[in-house]
């Protein structure tokens, strides 16, 4: 959804961006560029209902293809107020993402998980006056995360480029999380946001992650050399599935071990940190030069 006075143009590069990662996106604009958030927020949940219909009209490319459980808004400016207040009206929408959000004396009671930017140097929508406000009327008990992009202006999540890509790759984890419930991006995302000053001049957040453990005595991993330059190996006693997981969650191998010398090969990997997932046990792992 847009901001007051803009087309959907100004936010278009979202729905590209979520589609080529699985998701099913609409792009959409408002019966009066003039209209407040709360007009918005009821367009967002058209939008939604057209979606739903698109489950079961009988040319859609998209008839029977879509989880209708899992449904999430976004919008830019009064776009991001919209959308904020249509996870008040409608508490089955899965997670809200709102960019830069707009929004005077916000009644925000929901339980939506929601993702906010905000500009450190915007002055339509400054911090103090809007998202600081949005993130601190939304429950305690919501799961929210408030990133403020250094140097940003209103217009800097209008694509998910802003903050040197970090907004597109924060967003999509977020949506990975809460709306597609794949809690192997909660750990890299906490990770991440919380180890991102290059991007950020303000981080508030307030969501915790399922613990993706299990018994350590019962799979007895020990991992070495960690850091590693080439190859890791693993000393578990029983044949295992793996997965290598970027910072933000991304799948990058995977693989079955067995026998008793179990190693994976790290040497395409780029120097940095990274997640080994045996059997929802997270460890990390650095590699190195």
Known sequence: ???????????????PFYASHGIVSIIIGTNSI??????????????????????NRASSPLKGLLDLNKLAVSGWSMGGGGAQRAAVID?????????????N???????????????????????S????????????????VLFEIKNGNHYV?????????????????WIKLYLEGDNCYCSPLKDHISSNPVATSVIQENFECESLAVNNEELAIKVYPNPAKNT??????????????????????????TGDNKQIDLSQFSVGLYYLNIEGHLIKIVKNN
Request: charged residues 15%; glycine residues 6%; hydrophobic residues 35%.
């Open 232 to 257: 890791i190996n693993l000393q578990i006693y029983k044949n295992v599935h793996y997965k290598i997981i970027s910072t933000l969650g991304q799948c990058l191998s995977k693989g079955y071990l």
């Open 157 to 173: 999540a209008n694509s998910p480029n802003g903050g040197d890509g970090a907004v597109g790759k924060i967003a999509l984890s």
């Open 91 to 103: 508490n089955t929408i899965a997670a809200v993402v709102a960019l830069c959000p707009y929004l």
């Open 1 to 15: 959804m847009p901001g007051f006075t803009a087309l959907p143009s100004s936010v278009e590069e979202w729905g």
């Open 129 to 144: 006056q809007q998202a600081n406000i949005h993130y601190n009327q939304t429950p305690r008990t919501t799961n929210k």
């Open 105 to 127: 004396n916000p009644q925000l009671n929901h339980s939506s998980p929601v993702l906010i930017f905000s500009g450190e140097n915007d002055a339509i929508a400054p911090s």
């Open 34 to 55: 003039y209209d407040y958030p709360e007009a918005r927020a009821i367009a967002l949940l058209d939008a939604l209902e057209t979606i739903k219909q698109e489950n």
